[in-house]
């Protein structure tokens, strides 16, 4: 969707439209889906922070910048709501890792169109292997066609850590793939454009 378009949607939502709301939302859902899926193991997990995302984005309208681009602003929401779910689940972790043994379910790809379009199955389940910090680095370059130093902006931590956890990344893909070249992850991007 054009920019223009969301802004005019950011404006009714901020005057309480929830028509536009719900219009942003089936706009957005798709591509913030895939990232969450990325970035979360399991499904209930990923209804919950998609939730958090959607609450998260309809309390914080007042605080969007409008020269930034929405998709920035939406991703960083995205990330934030992660970053709080994984800290969340570590402190659930700890509390009850005494009192039973923690046991991870299987991965259940319940809607592969959303999560896997445009990405190649290979490509997916290295992915899937590295670490969260790395992964989530990799997701916002390859499927969002974000700068290194924008990167590092959304994720509020230096250019250094973030050009460190993407090679990394990257060479744990290689390990994983064999003779991966970036070109081949940067022919698509969450949008299902060509990347240049």
Do not use: C
């Not at 790395?134 to 509020?156: K, M, N, P």
Request: no cysteine; charged share 25%.
């Amino acid at each position: 969707m054009q920019s223009e378009y969301m802004y005019q949607l950011l404006i009714k939502m901020k005057d309480g439209d929830q028509q536009a709301f719900q219009t942003m939302y089936d706009a957005t859902y798709r591509d913030v889906y895939r990232t969450v899926s990325f970035l979360v193991d399991h499904q209930q997990d990923r209804e919950d922070v998609m939730n958090e995302i959607y609450m998260q984005m309809w309390t914080s309208l007042a605080n969007y910048d409008t020269n930034r681009p929405f998709h920035f602003w939406l991703h960083g929401l995205v990330i934030r709501q992660v970053q709080r779910f994984r800290v969340k689940s570590w402190r659930r972790f700890r509390i009850f890792e005494r009192i039973r043994i923690f046991s991870r379910e299987e991965h259940h790809w319940d809607e592969p169109t959303v999560i896997l379009e445009g990405t190649n199955q290979e490509i997916s389940q290295a992915i899937q292997k590295l670490t969260d910090k790395q992964r989530t680095v990799i997701i916002l370059r390859f499927f969002h066609d974000y700068s290194l130093e924008e990167i590092a902006t959304l994720l509020g931590i230096p250019l250094g850590t973030v050009k460190s956890r993407y090679h990394a990344g990257l060479q744990s893909l290689r390990k994983n793939i064999g003779n991966l070249l970036p070109e081949r992850m940067e022919k698509t991007n969450a949008y299902g454009t060509q990347n240049p």
